[in-house]
């Protein structure tokens, strides 16, 4: 449904995308697939709210080196835009970055990883079927049930390099 400019979604509560259209991420990034382990271990070692309650939600964003922002929030949509708006407010352009989140990986979080042409979003936890589907349209490469050394890639697998099938 068109809102005065935005689409009412069906994120928690009923969510509002509002703003810029989905691009397509043309983003030349890739990243060895250890690294992306390496780099979703420190974000879970980060997530200490998470990992003591298991109720608040973790988000980060990521060059593939470090972590760059992160942020906690008790919805998993309030912690990607917490994460988000605060690489926004310093200028930093996602086109090169990765979003690391605790939660199931939803059509609108994939959406807004689209509005800022960020290449690749990994979870711990599934996507959605229709997150799957908007990643494939919108150039994303999800990862999904990271762990360890272990991860499933469900669109364009291309970006993460050293993966043996079946793994």
Request: hydrophobic letters at 40%; glycine letters at 12%; proline letters at 2%.
């Amino acid at each position: 449904v068109d809102i005065a400019g935005g689409v009412r979604t069906s994120g928690c509560a009923g969510g509002m995308a509002f703003g810029k259209k989905r691009s397509i991420a043309r983003s030349g990034l890739s990243i060895e697939a250890e690294a992306l382990s390496d780099i979703f271990g420190v974000f879970q070692r980060r997530s200490l709210l998470h990992a003591e309650t298991g109720g608040v939600h973790s988000t980060a964003i990521s060059d593939g080196k470090e972590i760059l922002y992160f942020a906690e929030d008790i919805g998993r949509h309030n912690a990607v835009d917490k994460a988000i708006g605060s690489a926004v407010l310093d200028g930093t352009d996602l086109e090169d970055k990765i979003i690391l989140t605790s939660g199931r990986l939803s059509s609108e979080m994939v959406s807004k990883c689209a509005a800022w042409a960020i290449p690749l979003v990994a979870s711990r936890a599934a996507p959605t079927d229709a997150a799957i589907r908007l990643a494939e349209e919108s150039g994303i490469t999800v990862v999904g049930f990271l762990r360890g050394r272990r991860m499933n890639i469900y669109s364009h697998p291309n970006r993460v390099i050293g993966i043996v099938k079946g793994h």
